[in-house]
């Protein structure tokens, strides 16, 4: 059974952080590569950060140099530490799983991030 969460969300101050834990304990976590998106109101799903099973990493230009994504495959669960967050990081936060074509099969329900003083 295939299941992925996301949590972690919640209301922080501009300059501040938040780590998003992805926990995926239904299926074989360590050969997915596994994506975050985020979704803010009034536009289009934005990609924000990919690692795959063999730990490559991509970023999207606007959160280079703040969010770090990795994975503990031992946990089946992947995180976003997210620093120096931005009024424009608000968002709802999803996490996917990769296909061999780096295209998302399975998604959580998502956890809101709001960054506002």
């Known amino acids: 059974q295939v299941q992925l969460v996301e949590s972690g969300g919640g209301l922080v101050q501009p300059g501040g952080s938040l780590r998003l834990p992805c926990a995926a304990p239904?299926?074989?976590?360590?050969?997915?590569?596994m994506s975050w998106y985020r979704q803010a109101p009034g536009k289009e799903r934005e990609l924000v950060a990919t690692?795959?099973?063999?730990?490559?990493?991509n970023y999207a230009d606007s959160v280079k140099g703040r969010f770090i994504i990795s994975r503990d495959n031992a946990k089946k669960t992947m995180y976003l530490q997210m620093n120096s967050l931005k009024p424009e990081d608000t968002a709802v936060y999803y996490c996917?799983?990769?296909?061999?074509?780096?295209?998302?099969?399975?998604w959580g329900q998502g956890t809101q991030v709001t960054v506002s003083s």
């Open positions: 239904g299926f074989t976590f360590s050969v997915y590569g």
């Open positions: 996917g799983a990769l296909d061999s074509s780096y295209l998302p099969i399975y």
């Open positions: 690692i795959t099973g063999g730990n490559s990493i």
